[in-house]
Structures are given as C-alpha cells and as structure tokens.
C-alpha cells in the first residue's frame, strides 16, 4: 500500500519496450518477498481491512461484479478483494484467491471457513508470472497493490489475459498518486505542499515516508529491494503497466485512482502499520539485530512524540491508480 512521489505522477513517457531488464534472480526475489509477509499476515489483515477497503470495493466495481460468474484475485494477500467480491456478487459466483505466501493464504482460509464461504472463494498457491490455470478460465480479474511485486509484469499481464475469457473483465490497483493534470491530482499536489509545510514546522509525519528514512539511518542496508526492479525508480509505473496490458490484449482501457488519507491515533499504532506495510522496512527489520530495531524503534517514538506533542498529527495517506479493461471477443 505505497504510493508514488509527486514527480512521479502524470508523466507517461515510458513505453514497454523500455521496461527495466528483471533482476537475475527473479524466482528468489518471489520466494523472498512472499515469505516476508508470513509472519504478518495477521497485522496484514487488520491494517488492510481499516485502510484498503475503498480500494478494493473500487476495484469490484470496476468488473461490474454483479456479472461475474468466476472472478481471480491475484495476490490476494489475506482475501480483502476476495471478500468483497463475495459481497457484493451473486451466491452463483466463485472467487480464487491467489497468492505465494502461505501466511498469508492460512489467514485467508480461515476467514473463508470461518465466514461460511469455503465453496465460494477459495485460495491456492500460485505465481502470477505462470498461472497453473487453463485457458479462458474466469469471466472477471482483479489485483490490489501486488503488480509491483512480480518481477516480470509483462509475464503476468499475458497470464492474466489468458486466464481471462473473452469479454471477461479485468482490473488492477497498483500503489500512486493520482494524475497530475487532473482534479484528484490537483487536490492531492496542493495537499502536498501543505503537507510539507507542516513537516517543516515539525508538525506532521507520513507513513511509510518516515520509517523507510528512518530505517536507511539506522539500519544497515541489505541487498533485497521493496518491490521488483521494474517498478524501482520507474517516473510512470502507472502507464508502463497499462501498456503492457494492451500489448497483452487488453481493450476499453481506463486510467482511474482512488485514494483516502487517514491520520492515525498514537505511535504505537503508527509503528504497527508502518512496520507491516513498508516492504522496505519489514526487509530491514526481519534481517536486523534486537539491538539495531530497538535503535531504530526509540527514534521513531521519538519522533512522533515530538509532532504530537505539537498538536501536529501522523498521515498515512492510501492511493491506487486502477487500470481496468476487457478481453476481446
């Protein structure tokens, strides 16, 4: 649930034969990345139930759910789309839910079981980058926040349009601010700027901006990124991923964004969400020593104690760029 800084929004220069060449070591960078969410999944589920529920009802809307028969929610994490998708759907449609960390596909199954919908959604192990699904198997795909996680994009926008029969829907959220010669990103830049004032007078911090500084400070640096190499210091991950959807097939192409800010209650309730969301923190956390975390803990209290002590709040601000489309007949 990251976003992209204010240089990055509305510039659409990158075409996809531009895309960054993947990292060499694309299937333990996956493996990696899935295991880092295991031992939060539970965290996980909470904090996107409180903060990623608009995004995930936009995202079914975006399908036209109340049509779909079968829908595929890949990298469904602990099933909040999935979910969502049960919902607001008929009882006639199915949902899988995909994803490669156990932790977090444990949580969903319970959920699932615990909620009376095992027949309905189910989850399973899977790569989006090679989809052991048959051909033109749902009518509807969504994904939220996981496209910036494979480190082949063009692979899983092939797969998702192979899986997706004719007519079918698709929709995928990936972490951004708006675009900037738009209302959204009017508003947001604005919001930006006052933003930043109040960061200079001490009087605001934003996640996960403030943990990812703190963390570079702190601890020492590792060698695994946040999210793939295609999506690392891109100007427009935004456009470059819709055009690999159309260069997969992909029709009535739309660009759209929704996004929330919240301001979060205490420190301790910042650094819980922080410290689960950011990849990049998780990463440095897990491989870091007792002592360097608890380094790096007392400065980030520090610092939030000092901004509410000033009347000042801590902003975690939630956008998606959802691109959403259909198969051809």
Known sequence: MTGISL????????????????????????????????????????????????????????????????????????????????????????????????????????????????????????????????????????????FSHFPHPDKAAHEALRVLSPGGRLAVAIGSGPQLMTRAGTGRAAAAIRRKWRQMRGREV????????????????????????WASGQRDVVGLLEGLFQAAGLVDCRRDWVGTDHSVPDADAFWTLQSTISTFARKHIAAATPAQNATLKEAFRAECDAVLQANGKLTYSVGAAVISGRKPH
């Open 7 to 146: 240089i990055h929004l509305g510039i659409q220069s990158l075409e996809p034969g531009n895309i960054r060449t993947p990292m060499t070591v694309s299937s333990d960078f996956k493996a990696k990345d899935a295991e880092s969410y295991d031992e939060v999944a539970d965290k996980f589920d909470e904090l996107a139930q409180l903060y990623a529920g608009p995004q995930a009802r936009y995202l079914t809307q975006a399908i036209d759910i109340a049509s779909r028969k079968h829908v595929i929610d890949m990298g469904c994490g602990t099933g909040l789309v999935s979910f969502e998708a049960a919902a607001t759907s008929s009882h006639q449609t199915t949902i899988t839910g995909i994803d490669l960390s156990q932790g977090m596909l444990t949580q969903a199954k319970a959920k699932a079981e615990q909620n009376l919908l095992s027949e309905r959604v189910t989850f399973q192990a899977g790569d989006a980058e090679a989809l052991d699904l048959p051909d033109d198997y749902a009518d509807g795909f969504v994904s939220l926040y996981a």
């Open 206 to 229: 934003t996640a996960c901006d403030q943990i990812d500084r703190l963390v570079r400070k702190h601890l020492p640096p590792i060698a695994e990124g946040k999210v793939a190499d």
